[in-house]
């Protein structure tokens, strides 16, 4: 054999062998791994556990729980300065936990141009933050009128608020949409998938969080889910979401609720996840009354029992 039909056959070799390694991939579906499972930061603070706000504490005890990865809540941050993201992006990698997800909160219904503005300029702060960070996603919100007194009347109501007088929900999907259609650019700068949440206002509904997605129509703004914000037949409003999520938040609520106690099929939430393609993080949003530290290792194990078959 000469140079010349050593060098085409070596190369028909590597072609057959590439197409082989291809073939072989592709038989492996992504539909059968295991869904890694992180936690929410929120789980452990809760918004008023003191002693379990700070992030070093939370990812210690997530670490120890055994958990995949971890969600930061930006609230819960006291500092948004480069170096102390870091410090908190050092201890995960340390740790072995994913930094998954970065949960921001903005609201764009109102027709004050001047606070959309504000809220729009917030949230591309915390798109570099998580970039800082990161954390490939970053759940957003469309916000609600802020109509009704508190958080308790408008749980009370379901989550639903009336439209400002005057104004009606076309306006706010005009607002939403505007915004996030800027706001898909600045992910794309950054690299972060912003994902719209079912999270009260024009979230309420999968229709209006589909609306904004659809029409935005951008790779960098998907869907957060969030399993317990349908209160009523989540399973089938989960599943219209499912297709275009990137990052599952999973409620629990050992102890009972403080608005509401909702008890979820995980098991059937899994499958509608799998059916639709879903292969990614699964985060732990633990809600309930009892003490976390209890709670939220019995949360992983209904999770890990649900999701990690395959």
Request: one cysteine or more; glycine letters at 10%.
């Amino acid at each position: 054999m000469n140079r010349r039909q050593f060098v085409a056959s070596s190369a028909a070799l590597g072609s057959l062998a590439t197409v082989g390694s291809l073939s072989s991939a592709a038989e492996v579906s992504p539909k059968l791994r295991p869904n890694r499972i992180g936690v929410s930061s929120y789980s452990f603070w809760g918004f008023n556990r003191e002693a379990l706000r700070p992030m070093d504490v939370c990812l210690e005890h997530a670490a120890r729980m055994g958990f995949d990865g971890f969600e930061v809540l930006q609230r819960q941050l006291t500092s948004y300065e480069p170096a102390e993201l870091f410090k908190i992006k050092r201890q995960a990698f340390v740790l072995g936990l994913d930094l998954m997800g970065y949960s921001t909160h903005q609201g764009f219904l109102s027709p004050d141009k001047e606070k959309r503005k504000k809220n729009y300029d917030h949230t591309v702060d915390c798109l570099e933050q998580a970039y800082q960070l990161g954390i490939p996603t970053m759940r957003v919100n469309s916000g609600t009128w802020g109509t009704t007194k508190n958080f308790d009347e408008l749980m009370a109501r379901r989550g639903e608020d009336d439209p400002l007088p005057g104004y009606t929900k076309e306006n706010a999907f005009e607002w939403v949409i505007e915004a996030y259609g800027g706001l898909a650019a600045e992910a794309g700068k950054r690299g972060v998938i912003m994902g719209l949440e079912n999270h009260w206002g024009l979230g309420r509904t999968p229709q209006g969080v589909k609306r904004v997605v659809d029409a935005v129509n951008s790779p960098w703004l998907k869907v957060t889910l969030d399993t317990g914000c349908f209160l009523e037949d989540p399973y089938d409003r989960l599943a219209l979401l499912a297709p275009d999520t990137v990052l599952l938040q999973a409620k629990t609520y050992y102890g009972g609720g403080t608005w509401y106690t909702l008890d979820l099929d995980y098991d059937r939430i899994a499958s509608i996840m799998q059916k639709a393609g879903f292969t990614g993080y699964v985060s732990l949003e633990f809600e309930g009354k009892e003490d976390p530290l209890s709670a939220i290792p019995k949360s992983l194990a209904l999770l890990r029992k649900a999701f990690g078959q395959v």
